[in-house]
């Protein structure tokens, strides 16, 4: 089992729609990121978290500690946010190393 | 916020050819920064770790003669593919830690490198 999940795997949505990704993780963590990476392979870090939820834009992050647990939202979906989105986390005992889930793969369709 | 610029983006080399990548931290001082590797299709992978002045610390299955990583400042790390061939042909990104806990894990934005 992986120490990071990420469901779905692939997720296909119309213009518009509300977006939720999951991420889980089996351990103690000192922070957690969510990546989108494009077809082109570049990666914009969206948020990094520790505690409650931040918003930027369009764009909300939750983390829920307790659970293990945190979700990416997207509103008002659009094709642009077409993308590879991945969750990162770093364990708070092993010295910072970042350990990645399997993306999801998001196509919105016009 | 804390800033890792990665240079270049995309890079097309030789076979036999060295590529080196660059990654900066912009307005923090980057005590750690590690080195990551994507195949297709697969998760994001550690390379190495490597802290500020002292040698780089490799995982298991990672050539260190192979994959040269030079971080000789605090804003300055560099990743050198030697004698590349087209299996190296990967997804390379960075990530730095700094020296308070805010400026942590600040992403690089990547380098797709292509063997030809």
């Known amino acids: 089992k992986n120490e990071v999940e990420q469901s779905p795997q692939n997720l296909t949505a119309q213009e518009g729609e509300f977006i939720t990704i999951n991420c889980s993780y089996s351990v103690g963590i000192s922070a957690l990121h969510w990546l989108q990476q494009h077809p082109g392979g570049g990666i914009v870090s969206l948020f990094m978290?520790?505690?409650g939820k931040k918003k930027h834009g369009r764009l909300i992050a939750t983390i829920n500690i307790q659970e293990k647990h945190s979700s990416l939202h997207i509103t008002a979906s659009h094709p642009r946010d077409s993308a590879v989105y991945i969750c990162?986390?770093?364990?708070?005992?092993?010295?910072?190393?970042?350990?990645f889930g399997d993306g999801t793969t998001l196509t919105v369709k016009p | 916020g804390a800033v890792v610029s990665q240079h270049p983006s995309r890079v097309i080399c030789k076979s036999g050819t060295s590529v080196k990548i660059e990654c900066r931290s912009l307005d923090f001082q980057a005590t750690t920064m590690f080195w990551y590797r994507q195949f297709p299709k697969q998760s994001l992978m550690l390379m190495a770790t490597s802290n500020e002045g002292s040698k780089a610390t490799y995982e298991q299955g990672v050539e260190k003669d192979k994959f040269l990583i030079n971080h000789a400042s605090l804003t300055l790390s560099t990743l050198t593919v030697t004698s590349a061939h087209p299996e190296d042909s990967s997804f390379y990104i960075c990530?730095?830690?700094?020296?308070?806990?805010?400026?942590?894990?600040?992403f690089g934005s990547g380098t797709r490198l292509t063997v030809v």
């Open positions: 990530s730095a830690r700094g020296l308070a806990g805010f400026y942590g894990y600040t």
């Open positions: 990162a986390v770093n364990s708070n005992t092993n010295a910072g190393k970042s350990t």
């Open positions: 978290l520790s505690s």
